[in-house]
């Protein structure tokens, strides 16, 4: 070969080596580009979801300050319930002592009256008699 032949040659190969060299170092760079791209994007979606995640916590923070407020008013109910409970417990046992009371006095006073009505109807029927008698009796 003639060293213009070796010369173009040589040029075709150096030319050949720098497109190679040059689309491999293209395609380094593209792909560079792409994982930056897509590093950004991901670190846009990360803050987006560490946001998402502050507002939750605050969520559940209201969640568990409402949800103690809530257990602390059913607890009072609770206890509340249980004290009109008691009370009203203790009413019904005044009731029931001061009605058995009642019941009591009242009944006495039953028996009383009924014996003093059988003693008038005995008084009643005995002046019937008298009466009775006088009317046939003249001089009685």
Known sequence: MSDAEVSESEAWVCNSE????????????????????????????????????????????????????????VETLTNRVAETG????????????????????RDEQLDALAAENGELRTELADLNRRLDHARTDPCF
């Open 18 to 73: 720098d497109q190679a060299y040059g689309s491999a170092s293209g395609k380094k760079l593209q792909q560079q580009q792409m994982q930056r791209s897509s590093n950004e994007m991901l670190h846009r979606e990360l803050r987006h979801l560490a946001n998402e995640n502050r507002q939750l916590r605050g969520v559940v923070a209201e969640l568990r300050s409402s949800l103690c407020l809530k257990n602390r008013e």
């Open 86 to 105: 008691r009370l009203l417990e203790e009413q019904v046992e005044e009731f029931r002592h001061a009605f058995g009371a009642v019941t009591r006095d």
